[in-house]
């Protein structure tokens, strides 16, 4: 294979792209690893939109199958330039990147951004390519690719759920306020099916919150069909086998409160997209100590340590799922039939 430092945009552009969630590391990483080399040598540079936009294109790589190093890299370069580009002043109301985040799940990269050509595709060609190249749009960009792969750990993310996640989060709201508009039969078994293979983070913990905040209901007299906690516990477990290895970085209490099932019904689906996880943000009060810093990272590695990240800890989330599948378990045994401690007084 030719050294990719040979290569020219054009053919590293072709690579970045065929960059999936199912590459192996050996093919990924070198690319990955490159493009944060050159985007960390200069942040602030007139090439930075290219570097970031590559970046962009793997994050979803680095969010689902992380390789310590290269994950390490990138965040580092997209940081950087975050702080270098971020902070400049310009004339726009508004950036192009900002029109996305209506359908901006975590897959960003499947979209035509922009960065590399400074021309947007279709209906948004009159998009001047002052703005879209416009430092505030790639710092925009790069915040999302931060909040991908390191969900929760960047602000200024403008703030919205994609419009169907909004609807699922209504829906589900109705079923753990005990007012279901929808067969909660249907659609718990909807929920459960719905992970997919290789999720990112965000997509993965929103999973596992959503069938904690939901489990109470599947395992109440409201439901009669079996197969629901059944499927349930058959995603959760599956969801497990998804979950990082690795030790908490959190201190005693500062895991989440999903003592309220609808505010864990509705973060479950916040969680699942950039848009989503800035409301999350918002809540917690995030934007008035964020305001004037750029993204208030330490820029010195483990240094981020806001709580809310803790939404998506695999130590936090290994326990909510033994939670949740103690209940659903309960469940499936008052369905067998079998003889719990409640019939012992007999
Ligand atoms: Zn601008
Ligand atoms: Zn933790």
């Known amino acids: 294979m030719t050294d ?10 072709e690579a970045w792209q065929r960059i999936r969630d199912t590459s192996p590391a050996d093919e990924a990483d070198p690319f990955v690893l490159d493009c944060a080399r050159r985007l960390s040598a200069d942040p602030g ?17 680095l969010a689902r199958r992380p390789v310590r190093e290269a994950e390490r890299a990138a965040l580092d370069a997209l940081r950087a330039a975050v702080k270098e ?11 192009p990147y900002e029109s996305e985040m209506d359908w901006i799940e ?6 035509d951004n922009g960065l590399l050509t400074g021309e947007l595709p279709g209906q948004d060609a009159d998009v ?9 749009n790639v710092a925009g960009w790069a915040r999302l690719a931060v909040d991908v792969i390191a969900p929760l750990t960047v602000r200024r993310i403008p703030v919205g759920a994609p419009a169907d996640h909004q609807s ?31 999720p990112t983070r965000g997509v993965l913990a929103g999973y596992l919150v959503t069938m904690n905040a939901t489990c109470w209901y599947a395992a109440s007299e409201r439901i009669t069909d079996r197969s629901v906690p059944a499927s349930m516990v058959k995603g959760v477990e599956a969801a497990v086998a998804l979950l990082e290895d690795g030790p908490c970085a959190h201190g005693p209490g500062e895991h989440p409160d999903t003592g309220d099932p609808d505010y864990a019904s509705q973060v479950g689906y916040l969680l699942r997209s950039p848009g989503g996880r800035a409301e999350i943000a918002e809540y917690d009060g ?20 806001e709580p809310l990240d803790a939404w998506v800890c695999p130590a936090f989330l290994r326990e909510l799922a033994s939670e949740t599948i103690g ?14 401690e409640s019939r012992d007084g007999a």
């Open 327 to 340: 209940t659903l378990r309960g469940a499936l045994a008052a369905f067998d039939d079998v003889p719990t």
């Open 128 to 136: 001047d390519a002052g703005k879209v190249l416009c430092p505030g």
């Open 4 to 13: 990719i430092t040979d290569l020219t945009v054009e053919q590293l552009a």
């Open 85 to 95: 580009l971020g902070r400049r002043a310009c004339s726009h109301e508004d950036h």
């Open 286 to 305: 995030w934007d008035e100590d964020g305001e004037d810093g750029e993204d208030g990272e330490g820029g010195d590695g483990p240094g981020e340590d």
């Open 106 to 111: 975590d897959e960003i990269w499947l979209g």
């Open 168 to 198: 699922s989060i209504s829906t589900l709201s109705g079923i753990v306020n005990d007012y279901p508009y929808c067969d909660p039969h249907d659609v718990l078994i909807d929920e459960a099916a719905c992970l997919p293979a290789r």
């Open 45 to 61: 540079g007139e090439q930075a939109h290219v570097w970031v936009s590559g970046l962009l294109a793997m994050s979803g790589h």
